[in-house]
């Protein structure tokens, strides 16, 4: 296929304004929003945790929490393994009746439940056992994405070309979100001032990157990639046990504003770039049925693309921090549903990165942060900027996005092992943080290699692992709110079939993944992190299922 990428690109945005428009309000209608209700947000209002916020505001801070580098990555890797049009189509169905749903659910269900988080939501709902084994669940989700993140950014950080300038541009960039943590909390600068000051002072940290490269010298036999990944686990410690309002939240913000210029700079790109007849399609549309590791495409397509069409981890986020701030019940719309079709968007403009190349170049290019970049930077390119610069901003805009993911998860996981452990002492943070950083720190410092004996990405071993444990997490809050919808004499069938879908996507997955570590004498390999990590969520996936299933009996014949 050599067609023109605008009209594809705008025809899928076009289809995700539709689904909002339609969809999106028979939705509000079933879970019955109303203004007339007070949220936790207005009937709490404790000026911390439950603030209300306005709509769009929310929206903002909504998006720039859950679209991280997970719907680039896997869309793009997605689309390189078996062609870009089953990764679209997932994209687009995925979002609209499965993502956006869940997503949209869950913020409800825990307003409805006085702002709780979707595990409190689960002990209500499903019984404490659940309870226990969803933060176990939940803490091995997280340590998967530490570790998946944390060697895609050093690879990035540690190639021989553009990764010196990067990894510079990137540390400023740290730097300056520290300064104006420091200057917002200290020196009282409002939120606007910080803005238009931090803000271009960003652009500047691309541009001197080049001049300023970072290059990390190999220590006692370590390469450049492992020194990076040590040194990214690092930054997860220190960014999970300080305040937030020193670096997680200036920095978020930037990210922010990192992610909304990127996709409306490369859309309007694509755009004018479309309409002068450039980027055509040149990636084919279907490759094989098989993945490189031998999966198939069902149902290996949907743990691959993972957060661009549907992410477990978006309910710790709706159920965390937003539930708090819904200032209507009818706002949860927006910010639910559109918010996750918003991803989809961010998930589609990162497919089209890829379809700009044909399947050589994008195989020079190998990974996915590589084509992104080169992508964003031929869309920037249509505006006269700098090749260079803008290959470096791409990079950084990645990079940004990342540091989101790692952070969060971090601090998530150790706020988890606290919570287990029952942990209250000063110190705790810091041995909880560790204790979570631990495996990733193993499995990053590990050689793993294929049946042939070649070094593999960990990052590329643990993505299925990772969007597996994060779709199969997607499926368990369906579930939770399915049986609570079900309580609720609501209907619930929308959320319930989904949750079977993803359920049953993730498992077999799994399953798929576990074969190849199975010997002639039918033993698991458990030597391998891979075929460990898929046991431990297998295990863990069948109690819960069991448990949820057990509770919705008793429900339906009582």
């Keep these: 296929m050599n067609g023109n990428l605008l009209f594809l690109i705008a025809g899928s945005i076009l289809i995700l304004v539709i689904a909002y428009s339609t969809y999106g309000a028979l939705l509000k209608r079933l879970l019955d929003l109303r203004d007339d209700r007070k949220t936790p947000a207005e009937e709490i209002n404790d000026g911390v945790d439950f603030v209300p916020a306005k709509k769009f505001y929310l929206l903002g801070q909504q998006l720039s929490a859950i679209a991280a580098a997970g719907p680039i990555v896997g869309p793009i890797l997605a689309g390189l393994w078996f062609g870009w049009a089953p990764a679209l189509l997932w994209i687009l169905l995925g979002s609209i009746f499965i993502g956006g749903v869940h997503d949209l659910t869950a913020l409800v269900a825990s307003v409805r439940h006085q702002g709780k988080s979707i595990a409190e939501v689960i002990r209500e709902n499903v019984g404490g056992w659940s309870y226990k084994l969803f933060l176990l669940f939940l803490w091995f989700s997280l340590v998967y994405i530490v570790t998946a993140f944390a060697d895609i950014t050093a690879s990035t950080f540690a190639d021989a070309e553009s990764g010196p300038a990067v990894a510079s541009s990137s540390m400023m960039y740290l730097g300056l979100a520290l300064v104006m943590g420091v200057v917002m909390r200290r020196f009282r600068w409002s939120l606007t001032v910080s803005t238009v000051i931090f803000l271009p002072l960003v652009l500047v940290c691309i541009y001197l990157g080049r001049f300023f490269?970072?290059?990390?010298?190999?220590?006692?036999?370590?390469?450049?990639?492992?020194?990076?990944?040590?040194?990214?686990?690092?930054?997860?410690?220190?960014?999970?046990?300080?305040?937030?309002?020193?670096?997680?939240?200036?920095?978020?913000?930037?990210?922010?504003?990192?992610?909304?210029?990127?996709?409306?700079?490369?859309?309007?790109?694509?755009?004018?770039?479309?309409l002068m007849g450039h980027f055509k399609i040149e990636y084919p549309a279907f490759t094989q049925w098989f993945n490189p590791q031998h999966l198939p495409l069902f149902p290996v397509l949907f743990i691959t693309v993972a957060c661009g069409a549907c992410s477990g981890f978006h309910a710790i986020v709706s159920s965390g921090t937003t539930s708090?701030?819904?200032?209507?019940?009818?706002?949860?719309?927006?910010?639910?549903?559109?918010?996750?079709?918003?991803?989809?968007?961010?998930?589609?403009?990162?497919?089209?990165?890829?379809?700009?190349?044909?399947?050589?170049?994008?195989?020079?290019?190998?990974?996915?942060?590589?084509?992104?970049?080169?992508?964003?930077?031929?869309?920037?390119?249509?505006?006269?900027?700098?090749?260079?610069?803008?290959?470096?901003?791409?990079?950084?805009?990645?990079?940004?996005?990342?540091?989101?993911?790692?952070?969060?998860?971090?601090?998530?996981?150790?706020?988890?092992?606290?919570?287990?452990?029952?942990?209250?002492?000063?110190?705790?943070?810091?041995?909880?943080?560790?204790l979570t950083l631990l495996l990733p720190m193993l499995f990053l410092?590990?050689?793993?290699?294929?049946?042939?004996?070649?070094?593999?990405?960990?990052?590329?071993?643990?993505?299925?692992?990772?969007?597996?444990?994060?779709?199969?997490?997607?499926?368990f809050v369906l579930f939770t709110v399915s049986l609570w919808l079900f309580r609720s004499r609501k209907k619930f069938l929308y959320a319930l079939i989904?949750?079977?879908?993803?359920?049953?996507?993730?498992?077999?997955?799994?399953?798929?993944?576990?074969?190849?570590?199975w010997s002639l004498h039918g033993k698991l390999n458990l030597f391998h992190p891979v075929a460990v990590s898929s046991l431990v969520l297998l295990s863990l996936s069948i109690l819960l299922i069991a448990n949820g299933i057990k509770r919705f009996r008793k429900l339906a014949t009582s």
């Design 445 to 475: 410092m590990m050689k793993i290699t294929d049946e042939q004996g070649n070094v593999l990405s960990t990052w590329k071993v643990f993505w299925s692992v990772f969007g597996a444990s994060n779709q199969l997490l997607a499926g």
């Design 213 to 274: 490269p970072l290059k990390i010298i190999p220590v006692a036999g370590i390469d450049v990639r492992t020194m990076w990944n040590i040194l990214l686990l690092f930054y997860c410690f220190i960014a999970s046990v300080i305040p937030v309002w020193l670096l997680l939240q200036p920095r978020g913000y930037l990210g922010g504003f990192f992610l909304v210029i990127t996709v409306g700079c490369s859309f309007a790109g694509i755009v004018i770039g479309g």
């Design 498 to 517: 989904p949750s079977f879908f993803m359920t049953f996507v993730a498992l077999s997955s799994l399953c798929y993944i576990l074969r190849p570590y």
């Design 324 to 434: 708090k701030q819904l200032a209507k019940e009818t706002d949860a719309k927006l910010v639910g549903y559109g918010g996750m079709l918003l991803e989809g968007v961010v998930a589609i403009i990162a497919l089209a990165t890829l379809m700009i190349l044909s399947s050589s170049k994008a195989a020079g290019l190998r990974d996915p942060n590589m084509i992104y970049a080169n992508g964003i930077a031929s869309f920037l390119n249509v505006f006269g900027i700098d090749r260079g610069f803008a290959l470096n901003f791409a990079l950084l805009a990645f990079a940004t996005f990342v540091y989101d993911t790692l952070d969060v998860a971090t601090r998530l996981g150790r706020y988890l092992v606290e919570e287990v452990l029952n942990w209250r002492h000063w110190v705790t943070p810091y041995v909880a943080a560790i």
